[in-house]
């Protein structure tokens, strides 16, 4: 029995007719009104808000909009002004004067004083995360007076200056009305006490966080956008549809999504600096690739070339040295060729034909993921078998606490959380580090310890460079690593955004350089 | 009726538990050092091992699952290693954005799927009958982050939604109940709250899209099933219109299947919100547990699954009640077992 449709059939589309305009009875147009002020829109990942935290990329910027760090770095590197004026490192490079700016203030309008300045430094050493891997060498600071800093140090370190820049100072008495138990970790993850360009509106959850222009900021520029946003994104293609949609103005994409922006009028795609390299670290103490020869011939067996055509899709360079050329300090080497001949000889030398060699990697990043097969591929032809294995970056981590389980090979990138390239040099080839992680070929050489102690000591920048030069030498005459290449980010941004360069201090967009038209 | 009860939550306390074990056995497993995330990117190996004395990583794994217990049935589910915000309270935050995207979705679902599966059983056998069976199995059969991204890319060019965020930049809404929808409101702001109802249009039709097309099938199947019994032939045989059978008769008997099915819906939508909400930008439980994979903190993650968990376990839960009150076959079975 089948009952008769037309008046269910009535009855029931009236229904649905009816969810169907409550659906969409939401207004057509959701943007804002034509006279909004200007607002600006980036894709960001979000964790936190603490300044304690600002070793993490994306925190940093966001801490770098609502705070002012003590010292900053320009384009080209060097150190410059924000918080504190003048700067003066003793000659025993034991202590650090500061002087700091007299008429800057924080959100609630309360100057900020050395007092805070010290509570910052304070409150990071305690807390003994994040941040605090910038202040190892920090034993204590004095507030001499409201705009006068003594920073003590535990051991002479003249590269301790730049780590200045990533440290943010909070207001102290706001900080400590809600320091509870955590150092006011849970409050400041999602609260603010900062005398930033921008004031906090709105933070929701590793989601988004919304801020306006701050009006009595010391170096307050109207051209700045008057609503400054940072939304979380998990994916390109939401990046790239929120981009065609109107409501994100800035969001790095993978150079084939970009390329679909490339002759748009509305958008304007610019290729930065990643401030980092990818590299292929050796166990240089164990195994087969403990011997420099057969290191040097693997060296010769990979196609760089190819690696930044193909696997980057042109957005790169060859790494010419260990240190990303944002850094400076870098030597001139040769321009790395394959050499598949020369490895095998080298390989001969070594006595070690028909190796097999296992590589750790990170398959979840594209160029790594790439990289490996290229790798694999290319050692093939020297008659070297490589197996690939995967892994996630804190199980490579752990595998770098002892000698026996460093991988023979292993590709990770690596950069240096502010342009100094002690912090790149010192965690990569201090022997100190062997077994702790950070030196990941488990490399120790006296000659290296010994530059390394003599940099840290060093008052003159350019004596430093060519102290960082002659180890970038010697590294390389032992093949202690091998530097593939150095990615760029591209960008994408809607026509009306201008400012998007990069910052070596912040490792992407230089948050404060952007204006919207 | 206490006795089915008692056992019904001793169950549910038995799954919980069995959840958050093999959660915290899974977390332990998996390769990785909780105390490295914990002190940051770039650690010193001194501040990587105070930080795992200070979280108590350093125990034996046996005394940190039972603090973990301990702490779980205080209601306490840790604190995030990345945030250093107790979990329950980063939970409490994004929840409402959760609930505001599963309950609009189940109404869509409700109102699209009920009178679809109904028209299809009045058509048996016709042109629409056919279209739709064959629409709710491409539909039942699409995967959630395909149909967002391509219900993104379609709406992106004419921008005639939203397809990102939970509200416009240019609203403000002062924070009362957590609830964008409600706070709108509250604020008298009308304009903010089309704008934040326009918002979980695209999510929402996302979200309800795969689960409208079970229902449908799911109805129109129980239907026709019904219309066959010897009560509804009895209906028609006294005068009773097609039309009145199938809506005040079979109808009744139909949705008890339904009303099972679309409760079980709900623990599909809160698993499906992980990806409507990270690909929609939205902020939510979803999103937040997103976040916390990517910046592997494994103790966000342990709650936020633990939580999921638990809210669909008591869905399930009220899902055999709602059952048990409409259909009386099921309350004296069920009773009947539970003496």
């Known amino acids: ?517 | 009726m206490l006795r089915f009860l008692g056992r019904r939550i001793f169950f549910m306390v038995l799954s919980v538990w069995g959840l958050a074990t093999a959660v915290f056995v899974m977390i332990k497993i998996i390769p990785g050092d909780e105390a490295s995330v914990a002190a940051g990117e770039s650690a010193t190996p001194e501040m990587i091992e105070a930080t795992r004395e200070r979280l108590g990583l350093d125990q034996p794994l046996p005394l940190q699952y039972v603090s973990f217990l301990a702490r779980l049935v205080r209601g306490d589910l840790g604190t995030s290693i990345i945030t250093h915000q107790p979990i329950t309270a980063n939970l409490a935050d994004v929840l409402p954005a959760t609930i505001e995207l599963v309950v609009s979705a189940l109404l869509l679902m409700v109102v699209i799927a009920v009178p679809l599966g109904i028209i299809m059983a009045a058509n048996r056998g016709n042109a629409i009958d056919f279209i739709g069976r064959v629409a709710a199995v491409v539909v039942a059969g699409m995967p959630i982050f395909w149909v967002a991204f391509m219900i993104q890319f379609l709406v992106a060019g004419s921008r005639a939604l939203p397809t990102s965020g939970s509200i416009s930049i240019a609203y403000s809404v002062p924070h009362v109940t957590g609830f964008v929808t409600i706070d709108s409101l509250l604020a008298g702001n009308g304009a903010a709250f089309a704008d934040v109802i326009a918002h979980l249009v695209l999510p929402a039709i996302v979200l309800a899209a795969p689960q409208a097309a079970v229902i449908v099938r799911t109805l129109r199947a129980s239907l026709l099933g019904e219309l066959e019994e010897d009560y509804a032939l009895l209906a028609t045989s006294k005068g009773a219109s097609r039309s009145r059978t199938l809506l005040r008769h079979a109808l009744q008997n139909a949705a008890i299947p339904t009303v099972t099915t679309i409760g079980l819906q709900v623990g599909f939508m809160i698993a499906g919100s992980v990806l409507v909400e990270s690909v929609f930008s939205r902020p939510g439980i979803g999103s937040y547990l997103s976040s916390a994979v990517t910046q592997k903190d494994t103790f966000a993650v342990l709650g936020s699954v633990i939580f999921i968990g638990v809210v669909v376990i008591l869905v399930n839960f009220i899902v055999d009640l709602v059952h048990m009150a409409i259909d009386p076959r099921v309350k004296r079975d069920t009773l009947g077992a539970a003496a």
């Open chain 1, 1 to 517: 029995m089948h009952p008769h449709p037309t008046r269910v059939t009535a009855l029931t589309g009236l229904a649905l007719a009816a969810a169907l305009v409550l659906s969409g009875c939401a207004p057509s147009s959701p943007g804002p009104a034509e006279d909004t002020p200007t607002t600006f829109v980036a894709q960001t990942s979000l964790n936190t808000l603490d300044p304690l935290l600002s070793d993490t990329i994306q925190n940093d910027v966001v801490d770098d909009l609502l705070y002012d760090s003590i010292l900053d770095y320009d384009d080209n590197a060097q150190i410059v002004p924000r918080i504190a004026t003048e700067w003066t490192v003793a000659d025993d490079a034991l202590s650090i004067d500061l002087t700091l700016r007299d008429d800057v203030v924080f959100s609630d309008g309360t100057p900020l004083t050395a007092a805070d300045v010290v509570y910052s430094l304070d409150r990071i050493a305690t807390a003994g995360i994040g941040a605090a891997s910038f202040l190892t060498d920090y034993a204590s600071a004095t507030a001499v007076d409201d705009t006068h800093v003594t920073i003590t140090l535990a051991r002479p370190n003249t590269t301790f200056l730049g780590a200045l820049s990533k440290i943010y100072v909070v207001n102290s008495a706001v900080v400590e009305q809600n320091v509870g138990t955590d150092n006011a970790q849970a409050w400041l993850a999602a609260n603010a006490a900062g005398s930033g360009p921008y004031i906090l509106q709105d933070y929701t959850q590793a989601t988004s966080v919304k801020m306006s222009l701050n009006a009595d900021y010391w170096a307050y520029d109207a051209d700045r956008p008057d609503t400054y946003v940072l939304e979380a994104f998990e994916e390109s293609a939401g990046i790239s549809t929120a981009l065609r949609g109107g409501s994100l103005n800035l969001g790095t994409l993978p150079a084939t999504d970009a390329a679909t922006f490339e002759n748009n009028p509305d958008y304007v795609v610019t290729d930065l600096p990643s401030g980092s390299g990818s590299f292929v670290f050796f166990n240089t103490k164990s195994g087969p690739t403990a011997d420099p020869k057969v290191r040097e011939a693997i060296e010769l067996a990979y196609d760089y070339d190819g690696h930044v055509k193909t696997i980057l899709g042109g957005k790169g360079t060859v790494a010419s040295s260990v240190l990303p050329d944002i850094l400076g300090c870098d030597i001139d080497m040769p321009d790395k060729k394959q050499n598949v001949k020369k490895a095998k000889e080298l390989l001969a030398e070594a006595g070690a034909e028909n190796l097999t060699l296992t590589l750790m990697y990170q398959p979840t990043l594209p160029e790594h993921n790439a990289a490996a097969t290229l790798l694999q591929s290319n050692l093939r032809d020297i008659g070297i078998t490589l197996n690939l294995q995967t892994t996630t970056f804190p199980a490579y981590n752990d595998a770098l606490k002892s000698i026996a389980t460093t991988p023979d090979l292993a590709i990770a990138n690596d950069r240096a959380r502010y342009p100094d390239p002690f912090v790149m040099l010192n965690r990569q080839f201090n022997s100190a580090f062997v077994e702790k992680g950070s030196n990941r070929g488990q490399y120790s050489n006296p000659e290296v310890d010994e530059i390394l102690a003599e940099a840290q000591v060093t008052p003159d920048a350019a004596d430093r460079c060519s102290l960082y030069q002659k180890l970038e030498e010697v590294v390389a005459a032992d093949h202690a690593v091998m530097p593939l290449a150095n990615a760029e980010l591209t960008y994408v941004s809607s026509a009306n955004v201008e400012g998007v360069q990069f910052s070596p201090v912040r490792l992407v967009f230089d948050p404060l350089s952007i204006r919207v038209q």
